[in-house]
């Protein structure tokens, strides 16, 4: 996606930084127009579970292996838990702390877009294990699944972060340097290392069953979740990109050595997802062909941010590149007969998966 070099305008007499307190409710004279297009570009992005056919994949589920079989029920029961966790924290932490009004409408249309992903998510487990059982222990993942687990810790820790003093009181304003700091570790830690590396890692496993001819409900649900959730992870390195141009003195080398630090960890607890996934391996799909591709994902995301790459790695995986997903980029004309809302304009994507 393309940086957003400067996304405030200062018409009308002197403003604030994007993170000083308060609520600023004022859209004109508009600060940030770049962040209104963000909104505008996601309402065009429109649409809805009903969409979504997931009858050829009760026959392509019947066809899996063991192992296989596994990978799937491991695979929804993340995605039942993962956009509920990132709504939570658009809630707590960033809507009450980005001082824009048009920054805050794309946020809310963000949280809808995740809504809309708890929807179907919820409609896969349902449709994918009709054992009851098996379904309860999928919806509560985060206790009784350690591969999942170790995740949501990872997630909650960052969560945290926005929380001070012995009682744990969330921080209300961003008063200081120090609390600044804390937020942009939050919100880089949701982009790059929730949406932008656990998600991505679980679409490398949706589209390796397609590759194979498999389950192409689920993949085409994921192809607009993608699409959405690559629209967040820009907003926010949208957001970090402001900051930068607005308080530099944040990005200094204490900020690159945790935020590096961060992304080793999050490739760790996605590493342990993968070798639950993975088990011995599969024909295309194993815990080392994970590891390199995570770590290429996780260099991507350093180097969006302005850091170094930590790992030097390359993707390995072909189903993953641009030019074997482009019915991604086809979404509107492939949808014309099911999809209402007008369009025009286009839309870019990361290339690096």
């Known amino acids: ?42 309402i065009k992005n429109t649409w809805t579970v009903e969409e979504v056919d997931l009858h050829s994949d009760i026959d392509d589920l019947a066809k899996l292996t063991p192992g296989e079989q596994h990978m799937i029920s491991r695979l929804v029961a993340f995605f039942a838990t ?28 963000q949280l809808f877009e995740e809504a809309v992903h708890v929807q179907f998510y919820l409609t ?46 969330r921080i ?33 496993y949706v589209y390796w069953f397609r590759s194979r001819g498999l389950l192409h409900g689920l993949a085409t649900g994921t192809n607009w979740v993608f699409r959405d959730e690559s629209m967040h ?21 204490e900020l690159e050595k945790e935020v590096t630090e961060m992304l080793e960890e999050a490739v760790e607890a996605e590493l342990q997802f993968a070798r639950d996934l993975c088990g011995e391996g599969m024909p295309g799909m194993n815990t080392e062909s994970m590891e390199q591709y995570l770590r290429a994902v996780a260099d991507q995301r350093l180097i969006r941010l302005g850091f170094p790459a930590r790992y030097g790695a390359r993707n390995p995986f072909s189903f993953m590149e ?15 007969s099911a999809y209402q809302v007008a369009v025009e304009g286009s839309v870019a994507f990361d290339d690096d998966f």
């Open 233 to 253: 992870m820009s907003f926010a390195f949208d957001v970090v990109d402001t900051v930068r141009e607005e308080e530099p003195e944040l990005f200094d080398a």
């Open 124 to 169: 896969l487990l349902d449709t994918y294990l009709p054992d009851v059982d098996e379904r309860a222990e999928a919806f509560a993942a985060v206790e009784n699944i350690p591969s999942i687990r170790e995740k949501a810790q990872f997630c909650f820790r960052w969560m945290a972060a926005m929380e001070e003093g012995e009682g744990s009181e």
């Open 82 to 109: 993962g956009d509920s966790i990132v709504a939570n924290n658009l809630v707590l932490s960033l809507y009450r702390h980005i001082n824009s009004p048009e920054a805050r409408l794309y946020l809310s249309r």
């Open 1 to 42: 996606m393309p940086v957003m070099t400067s996304a405030k305008t200062t018409a009308g007499g002197p403003a604030g930084n994007l993170l000083d307190p308060g609520f600023e409710l004022t859209l004109r004279p508009m600060r940030y127009p770049g962040f209104y297009d963000r909104y505008r570009d996601a």
């Open 172 to 204: 209300e304003r961003l008063e200081s340097r120090a609390h600044r700091r804390r937020f942009l570790l939050n919100l880089i830690c949701f982009a790059a290392c929730i949406e932008g590396l656990f998600f991505y890692g679980a679409f490398a």
């Open 322 to 336: 641009l030019q074997n997903v482009q019915e991604l980029t086809n979404f509107f004309e492939r949808r014309s």
